[in-house]
């Protein structure tokens, strides 16, 4: 069945840029919507963006700015880079697939990611 | 603040009835459907509750959505100790143009 698998570094420092990969097996990257979403330690969930296979991106409003989610089909891969990190931005991040705009219905086991000089 | 609003916790003993309320507005819950997803400890959200009212394979009928208006709520029969979870309601934003989800509420199991 299809899985997604989040990989990248569990340390990042202030200031930096997060780069964090979801890998997707079992299945092809086409025809979904591909999403990051994050999660502080102790609180909710957060949406950050999604891709389509075909490359059309949308993030949330209040990242907009420092997000950048991109896709790599020949690799069944997708990315997120989150630049000019701060200790807010310490979170669990996790990959999930979407149904259009209908629910996302596969996610990844997620990483933690800490931002920490 | 979470654009959707649920109450931080929700108890109940084996074998009761629990719901869990989802507040929205017009751009949200009032336009389109919402889904529900369980948080087990450690874990990644699991979908639970889609299109309102709809239960993946493999979901126990014992888990029930239901909507009206502006607000959502994930009903629970038959708790069991395995329900024992943090749950969160999530719905497209058409004025935000994103996914907005709820605060999550920790479901205990007494």
């Known amino acids: 069945q299809v899985q997604l698998q989040e990989s990248g570094p569990g340390l990042v420092k202030p200031s930096e840029t997060l780069s964090l990969t979801c890998t997707v097996s079992?299945?092809?990257?086409?025809?979904?919507?591909w999403n990051w979403i994050r999660q502080p330690p102790g609180k909710g969930l957060e949406w950050i963006g999604y891709i389509y296979h075909i490359g059309r991106t949308n993030y949330n409003s209040s990242l907009k700015s420092r997000v950048t989610i991109s896709v790599d089909t020949s690799k069944n891969q997708f990315s997120l880079k989150l630049s000019s990190v701060t200790a807010a931005d310490t979170a669990v991040y996790y990959c999930?697939?979407?149904?259009?705009?209908?629910?996302?219905?596969?996610w990844g086991r997620g990483t933690l990611v800490t931002v920490s000089s | 603040q979470s654009v959707l609003t649920q109450p931080p916790s929700a108890s109940g003993t084996p074998g009761q009835r629990v719901t869990i309320s989802c507040s929205g507005g017009?751009?949200?819950?009032?336009?389109?459907?919402v889904n529900w997803y369980q948080q087990l400890p450690g874990t990644a959200p699991k979908l639970l509750i889609y299109s309102n009212n709809q239960r993946p394979s493999g979901v126990p009928d014992r888990f029930s959505g239901s909507e009206s208006g502006t607000s959502a709520s994930l009903a629970i029969s038959g708790l069991q100790s395995e329900d024992e979870a943090d749950y969160y309601c999530v719905a497209w934003d058409y004025s935000l143009n994103g996914w907005v989800f709820g605060g999550g509420t920790k479901l205990t199991v007494l």
């Open positions: 017009s751009s949200n819950i009032g336009t389109d459907t």
């Open positions: 079992g299945g092809s990257i086409s025809s979904y919507y």
């Open positions: 999930a697939r979407g149904l259009g705009i209908q629910y996302f219905d596969l």
